[in-house]
């Protein structure tokens, strides 16, 4: 509006000039030259009304409309003076300039022109302008943000390389991420995150070195003692010394198979199967050599321990001693709380998946107590067996570090437990 009005006030001024022009003095009497066809070229268009005055230097109108608005309070030469006003109900805009009287000029005296006109033009010209304006200017601001966004996600896309990398990895995979596709601003956050990478691994290296020295501490000494028992137990004669020394062996015992536990619990934590190579590997032939380990565990209890294999070959993929470990844990669980007599089938299926299946005829495990069996240290009451309760434990992070599911059911002839461990097959 205010670049219109400074249009239309440059053409109202040329009115108010060509309005003085026209005014004369003969003789002390002021004339004026303002034919109707005049006063219709000083309209725009048409589309506006216009008003004049001519007042003397006594301020005494000499021509024009009546009902012009009142003259601005200062008045100089050369300086055109802009107000707004109203005649009969409608605003106008109005331009009053002082004029020297051509032949008076040398003693000062000067008239006084006032034109004013209607805002129509003027506003429909603000319209137009700010629609003319208006529409390149959002033709812009949306092309610009249309290449704002294709130049930044053409710029970023080699970091959504590097996102996609992190959210393809698994929780295990704490190998540096590449630098030769990264945005040259984000390669110093590449570096700060292979090098925290680095800080993990090399403490999970340092756990696994502390396990594996702890295994040794705790098992030569263990060992030892096992020895001296034995010896212990050729000499001592007396039946008293007999029982407590079967009973230090039974409590060694205990404590062997709980040692052994612990150390089999840390290694299957996910961190520290996290830096263990991963292979392909025959479930059927890993779970076939676990089983025939037990078998003398098995001969002692008189329980019929067999073997069922998959028809084909059942791959997969990970660490063939950490697997091992899972089936001689179901096994030996089984075997623990398979009653004399009893049978326990180990079995292989290869699908769409490969499934390790352990069933037993035992007593089996409630509902209510199937999921709380994979905690730590927890153990099902009642059932009078001697155990560590982490074997499961171990089950569930062996198979956790291998993306395998765990299940407990019940075997289709209702008594006994059926364990499943059901792996992603390769192809």
């Known amino acids: 509006m205010a670049f219109a009005n400074d249009t239309y006030d440059r053409e109202l001024l040329n009115s108010a000039d060509s309005v003085a022009v026209r005014t004369t003095r003969k003789g002390g009497q002021y004339s004026i030259d303002l034919p109707p066809y005049v ?7 048409n589309t506006d009304i216009f ?20 003259l601005p309070k200062v008045l100089k030469l050369a300086m055109p003076v802009f107000s707004d006003g109203v005649i009969e109900g409608t605003k106008v805009r109005v331009a009053s300039i002082l004029v020297p009287v051509p032949e008076a000029e040398s003693q000062g005296e000067t008239f006084i022109v006032q034109v004013a006109e209607t805002l129509k033009a003027r506003k429909r010209f603000a319209q137009e302008l700010l ?10 601001i949306l092309l610009g943000a249309i290449a704002i966004w294709s130049g930044i996600g053409r710029g970023l896309e080699p970091l959504k390389d590097v996102q996609e990398a ?8 704490l190998h540096p991420l590449s630098t030769e596709t990264a945005p040259l601003e984000v390669q110093p956050l590449v570096h700060s995150i292979n090098e925290l990478l680095g800080r993990l691994r ?3 290296e340092a756990q696994n070195r502390f396990v594996a020295n702890a295994a040794h501490q705790l098992r030569t000494p263990l060992a030892g003692l096992k020895t001296y028992i034995g010896l212990l137990q050729g000499f001592a004669k007396a039946a008293e010394v007999e029982q407590a020394v079967t009973q230090l062996d039974h409590g060694v015992n205990r404590m062997t198979h709980l040692v052994n536990r612990l150390l089999a619990l840390a290694k299957a934590e996910p961190n520290a199967a996290a830096i263990v190579p991963k292979q392909s590997f025959d479930l059927n032939q890993v779970a076939a050599a676990s089983a025939s380990d037990l078998v003398n ?4 209890k008189d329980i019929d321990l067999a073997f069922e294999g998959a028809d084909g070959p059942a791959l997969i993929e990970g660490d063939p001693a950490s697997v091992s470990e899972l089936v001689m844990n179901l096994v030996d669980n089984a075997l ?14 290869a699908n769409e998946s490969v499934v390790l299946a352990v069933e037993d005829d035992g007593p089996g495990i409630p509902e209510e107590e199937r999921e709380r069996v994979f905690e730590r240290f927890y153990r099902v009451l009642g059932t009078g067996e001697q155990g560590s309760g982490l074997g499961l434990p171990i089950v569930r992070e062996i198979a956790r570090s291998h993306r395998a599911a765990v299940a407990i059911e019940t075997p289709s002839s209702g008594v006994g437990t059926l364990l499943t461990v059901t792996f992603n097959r390769l192809v």
């Open 336 to 349: 623990r709380y398979t009653g004399h007599g009893g049978h326990v089938t180990v079995r292989v299926h």
């Open 297 to 300: 565990v098995a001969i002692e």
């Open 202 to 204: 090399s403490d999970i």
């Open 51 to 70: 008003f004049y005055q001519i007042l003397s230097p006594e301020r005494e109108r000499i021509s024009g409309d009546e009902n012009m608005p009142p």
């Open 131 to 140: 629609v003319s304006m208006v529409a390149p200017e959002i033709f812009f």
């Open 39 to 45: 006063r219709a070229i000083l309209r725009h268009d």
């Open 166 to 173: 992190l959210l393809r990895r698994s929780q295990h995979d």
